[in-house]
C-alpha cells in the first residue's frame, strides 16, 4: 500500500507533506514522490495522517457480557474512531486472573477483531501472584483494583498487594482519591512501574506529578469524559467510576495532559444497553468510537496539539506497556494509519452508533474532525462508514 499525500506532525510540531510505503504489513518507507508499481495507492489528499490510536483502557464485556459489547461490535466501533489497537481488561466473566481463563479468553477472541488487540491479567484478593508469573511477558500489565470493583478484583490486604506488585511486570491500578497514594506508595516500596487509570482530580495530578519528580516510573492516563464532562453534566447515562467532578478539576486534568505530567489518554470504554443505564444506577460509559474526534475538539479549541495528542493517544501508550511495532510512523513499525479530515466536522448522532450498547456519550456535540480511514497493517479496516475484513490479531511485547 503507497499513501500519498499525508499531512504528518512532526516533534518539533511542524508539518510536511510526505509518501508512506508499507509492504508486509510494515512501514518500509516515508519519503516524497515515492512511486511504486503494483501496490493500492491511496491519496490522503494532504488531510492529516496519524499513528493508530492505542487504546490500552477498554472493557469489551467478552465472554460473559456480550450482550453490552464483544470483540467484533467493539473493535468495528474502534475501526470507525480510528484505534487500531485495544487492550481489554480483566474484569469479564469469569475474572482474567488465571493462566487458563486468559487461554480461554485468547481462543475466544480468535478471529472476531477488525483491529488488533491485547489483555491485561487481573490481580485478585485471593493472592494469584503464582499466575501472574506465568503469563506477565505475554500480557500489558497486572490490573489491579484499589478501589470498588467486580469479583474478587478488589485487593486490600497488603501481603497479598506485596506478592501482586513483586511478581508483575507493570502494574495498572483503579485507585481514586486516597488510594492514587497508596498505589504510588506500592511503587515506591516493591520499585515496580506504574500506571495510575482514569485520573479525575486535580490533587490526583498533583500526587502523580510529586511521583515523577521524585523519580518514580509512574505514569497517568486520563479519560476523554473526564476532560469534556463535569458534574453538572451527570445524569442516568453519565455515570461511571471515577465519577465526573468538578470544572477546575477538568481545567486541571487539561493542563496535566499538556505540560506532560498526565501521560496518556485512555477511553475506558466500558459500555452497558441503554435500557440497563435508565432503569437504575449503573456505572461506565462507551467510549472508543468517538475519543479521538472528540480529542480533535480540543485541537480546534486550541486545548491540546495535535503533536501532543499523537503522543497522548498513540506513541506514549505504546511505549508505556512496551507494545512492539505500535504507536508511531517509523520504519519497521506495522502500518497502523488513521486518515483524519479536520475540516469535516459533524454532530455525534445516536443512529450513527457501531457500539452494540447502541448510544454515546458524546451524542449532539460537535467533533473536531472525522476519521476517513483506518488502517491495519497495510490494509483497509474501515472507510467513510464501510467495514472489511477481520484481520485483528493479538499484539506482541518487547522486553
Not at 66 to 75: A, L, N, P, R, V
Amino acid at each position: 500500500m503507497l499513501i500519498k499525500n499525508c499531512r504528518l506532525v512532526l516533534e518539533d510540531n511542524s508539518e510536511v507533506i510526505r509518501d508512506i510505503l508499507i509492504k508486509d504489513e510494515k512501514i518500509v518507507e516515508i519519503g516524497e514522490n515515492l512511486q511504486e508499481i503494483g501496490e493500492e495507492i491511496i491519496d490522503a489528499e494532504k488531510n492529516y495522517v496519524i499513528p493508530g490510536v492505542v487504546d490500552v483502557h477498554t472493557h469489551m464485556r467478552d465472554p460473559g457480557l456480550s450482550h453490552k459489547e464483544d470483540f467484533t461490535s467493539g473493535s468495528m466501533a474502534c475501526a470507525k474512531g480510528g484505534v487500531t489497537t485495544f487492550i481489554d481488561m480483566p474484569n469479564t466473566i469469569p475474572n482474567t486472573i488465571s493462566e487458563e481463563v486468559l487461554e480461554e479468553k485468547r481462543k475466544h477472541s480468535l478471529s472476531m477483531s477488525y483491529v488488533d488487540y491485547g489483555f491485561h491479567f487481573g490481580g485478585s484478593r485471593n493472592d494469584n501472584s503464582k499466575e501472574i508469573e506465568k503469563v506477565k511477558n505475554g500480557v500489558a500489565s497486572t490490573k489491579i483494583f484499589l478501589n470498588m470493583s467486580t469479583g474478587d478484583m478488589l485487593v486490600e490486604e497488603e501481603k497479598t498487594l506485596e506478592n501482586l506488585f513483586k511478581s508483575s511486570k507493570i502494574i495498572s491500578v483503579h485507585s481514586e482519591g486516597e488510594m492514587v497514594k497508596r498505589a504510588i506508595d506500592l511503587s515506591r516500596k516493591y520499585k515496580k512501574p506504574l500506571y495510575l487509570c482514569h485520573l479525575s482530580l486535580g490533587s490526583e495530578v498533583e500526587l502523580l506529578k510529586n511521583a515523577k519528580e521524585e523519580g518514580l516510573e509512574v505514569y497517568g492516563e486520563v479519560a476523554p469524559h473526564h476532560l469534556f464532562f463535569s458534574e453538572k453534566d451527570r445524569n442516568e447515562l453519565l455515570r461511571m467510576k471515577p465519577e465526573l467532578k468538578s470544572e477546575m478539576d477538568n481545567s486541571e486534568l487539561w493542563k496535566g495532559l499538556n505540560e506532560g505530567v498526565i501521560d496518556t489518554v485512555g477511553t475506558d470504554h466500558a459500555p452497558h444497553r441503554l435500557r440497563e443505564k435508565m432503569e437504575k444506577v449503573t456505572f461506565g460509559i462507551p467510549g472508543v468510537e468517538n475519543s479521538l474526534e472528540m480529542m480533535l475538539r480540543g485541537v480546534a479549541e486550541k486545548k491540546i496539539t495535535m503533536r501532543r495528542l499523537i503522543e497522548v493517544m498513540c506513541i506514549n501508550p505504546s511505549k508505556i506497556f512496551k507494545i512492539k511495532n505500535k504507536g508511531d510512523i517509523k520504519i519497521g513499525n506495522d502500518g497502523d494509519l488513521v486518515i483524519i479530515d479536520i475540516g469535516k466536522k459533524r454532530i455525534i448522532e445516536r443512529d450513527q452508533v457501531i457500539s452494540k450498547c447502541g448510544w454515546s456519550p458524546y451524542e449532539g456535540k460537535e467533533t473536531g474532525g472525522t476519521v476517513l480511514r483506518t488502517i491495519l497493517r497495510g490494509r483497509t479496516v474501515y472507510n467513510q462508514e464501510e467495514f472489511f475484513k477481520k484481520t485483528g490479531r493479538e499484539v506482541e511485547y518487547n522486553g
